[in-house]
């Protein structure tokens, strides 16, 4: 493991932080993460397999937060957090035989599509820890956290707030929302980092203080969400997913 200079680790862990708190929140925190590690000059894959490892560190501190506040639906998580992992567990090794950038052109019109959804609609439900979900809804939820897990492994960008999204749909308030998409993200970046490791593809010289500037970043974030609630995480969450569709759009037509 090569040993790095005061300097960058403290730009590491600097954005690693900064990263972390808005991903504990409403996901997106790759968009400063990844392009961090790319800076370093690491291999693509290397950048993919370091920041998942600082990201599942800065994932478990935002899922402990939310767990111990008792924001998360526990019920809900037993069946949806190993869909999550398995569903990425897949994904990475797709990620491996296939380039994803195909997917971008639909990843912006998703984005799109929820940005303008999320604006439009005002009455989302209250938050609640548990709420009464539909079998249709249910159903559709295990669907699609599998392929939400599956697209983190493969590919990655809003996968926090793809999966913010899901919860609010199945009926969630912003802040229970966000609390179970941690969860579930968490097993997404968990699985996926573990992946990634036992092929060597992780620079622990990098990820390590960055995980650690994510540890802080996600406790105050989660913290920050549970005390102002909707009234922050939805405005955050909006502008968030505005900025990943431009940094999308920047990407598809480069």
Same mark, same amino acid.
């Given at each position: ?31 400063? #993460? ?11 894959? *290397? $950048?993919?397999?370091? *920041?998942? /490892? ?8 935002? @899922? ?14 037993? $069946?949806? @957090? ?26 912006? $019109?998703?984005?799109?599509? %929820?940005?303008?959804? &999320? ?10 820890? &548990? $709420?009464?979900? #539909?079998?249709? *809804?249910?159903?559709?939820? %295990? ?17 926090? #707030? ?14 229970? !929302? ?6 579930? *993200?968490?097993? &997404? ?15 622990? #010289?990098? &990820? /390590? ?15 920050? !969400? ?15 997913? /505005? ?12």
């Amino acid at each position: 493991m090569e040993t790095l200079d005061f300097a960058t680790m403290a730009v590491m862990a600097g954005m690693g932080f900064v990263a972390a708190f808005i991903d504990s929140v409403v996901g997106g925190g790759g968009l400063i #993460s990844v392009p961090t590690l790319m800076w370093a000059g690491l291999p693509m894959l *290397n $950048v993919l397999g370091t *920041n998942k /490892i600082a990201s599942c560190m800065g994932a478990c501190a935002g @899922f402990v937060t939310y767990w111990r506040s008792g924001t998360v639906d526990k019920r809900i998580m037993r $069946v949806m @957090f190993p869909l999550s992992f398995i569903g990425s567990a897949f994904g990475v090794f797709v990620v491996r035989q296939v380039p994803p950038d195909f997917l971008r052109p639909l990843v912006v $019109v998703m984005l799109i599509v %929820i940005a303008i959804y &999320s604006v439009a609609k005002k009455n989302w439900s209250a938050d609640k820890k &548990s $709420v009464r979900v #539909s079998h249709k *809804n249910y159903l559709l939820g %295990i669907v699609l956290i599998f392929g939400l897990g599956f697209y983190d492994g493969f590919f990655g960008p809003g996968t926090g #707030s793809f999966m913010l999204f899901l919860y609010l749909m199945m009926g969630y308030g912003f802040l229970t !929302a966000a609390a179970n998409a941690r969860a579930a *993200n968490f097993a &997404s970046n968990l699985a996926a980092a573990s992946i990634f490791a036992g092929f060597g593809l992780v620079n622990y #010289s990098y &990820s /390590i203080p960055m995980g650690l500037g994510m540890i802080l970043g996600a406790a105050c974030g989660a913290r920050m !969400a549970i005390t102002k609630g909707a009234a922050y995480v939805r405005p955050l969450f909006i502008g968030m997913t /505005i900025v990943l569709i431009g940094k999308q759009l920047i990407e598809l037509f480069k």
